[in-house]
T-cell receptor, first 112, second 113 residues
Framework: GAGVSQSPSNKVTEKGKDVELRCDPI?????LYWYRQSLGQGLEFLIY????????KSGLPSDRFSAERTGGSVSTLTIQRTQQEDSAVYLC??????????FGPGTRLTVL | AQSVTQLDSQVPVFEEAPVELRCNYS??????LFWYVQYPNQGLQLLLK??????LVKGINGFEAEFNKSQTSFHLRKPSVHISDTAEYFC???????????FGTGTRLLVSP
């Protein structure tokens, strides 16, 4: 079956602009995670959705970051008023019932 | 708080030599342990996992890892590496209490002829 997909694969934007990153999880996976991978920073947890529960937003670095998950499936991560330090690879993962996380290929965001 | 430590940022090795990538974790609650591999410009791919049961787990591409509770370690091993194993390897622990995956900082494996 299809894995986790993310779009776009690459995004170049100007400082101050808003961006939206999309994640399509594996069908049937109820949990979805967003991570950020920066040079020298490793993998950083951003936000977690589980079913209909309120998302765990404890990893979002600022109020410029938000995410939603519609219909328990597709998720969108939005970054408002982008800054150069937001440049990173944003990874999405969906999780099985036995807690295995499957990752998408990521979106490479470059803020000029 | 839970943490995962990968002491080696880079491990150079010759082709067909054995390799061990070290991982230690700290947690006061039950954890599930994982190794992921990331090839250049790609996402993370699951290599192997420890959920319960046998402490020696085998994964894809000839890799294996051993869960050692007393030493809180989950080292990754391969008896004979290939050039194609050159990649970044991440150890991760899933904390069942917090429902989050905590990653180590990664180890870059460099296999040369």
């Amino acid at each position: 079956g299809a894995g986790v997909s993310q779009s776009p694969s690459n995004k170049v934007t100007e400082k101050g602009k808003d961006v939206e990153l999309r994640c399509d999880p594996i069908s049937g996976h109820t949990a979805l995670y967003w991570y950020r991978q920066s040079l020298g920073q490793g993998l950083e947890f951003l936000i977690y959705f589980q079913g209909n529960s309120a998302p765990d937003k404890s990893g979002l670095p600022s109020d410029r970051f938000s995410a939603e998950r519609t219909g328990g499936s597709v998720s969108t991560l939005t970054i408002q008023r982008t800054q150069q330090e937001d440049s990173a690879v944003y990874l999405c993962a969906s999780r099985t019932r036995v807690n295995e996380q499957f990752f998408g290929p990521g979106t490479r965001l470059t803020v000029l | 708080a839970q943490s995962v430590t990968q002491l080696d940022s880079q491990v150079p090795v010759f082709e067909e030599a054995p390799v061990e990538l070290r991982c230690n974790y700290s947690s006061s609650v039950s954890v599930y342990l994982f190794w992921y591999v990331q090839y250049p410009n790609q996402g993370l791919q699951l290599l192997l996992k420890y959920l319960s049961g046998s402490t020696l787990v085998k994964g894809i591409n000839g890799f294996e890892a051993e869960f050692n509770k007393s030493q809180t370690s989950f080292h990754l091993r391969k008896p004979s590496v290939h050039i194609s194993d050159t990649a970044e390897y991440f150890c991760a622990a899933f904390n069942t209490g917090f429902q989050k995956l905590v990653f180590g900082t990664g180890t870059r494996l460099l296999v040369s002829p």
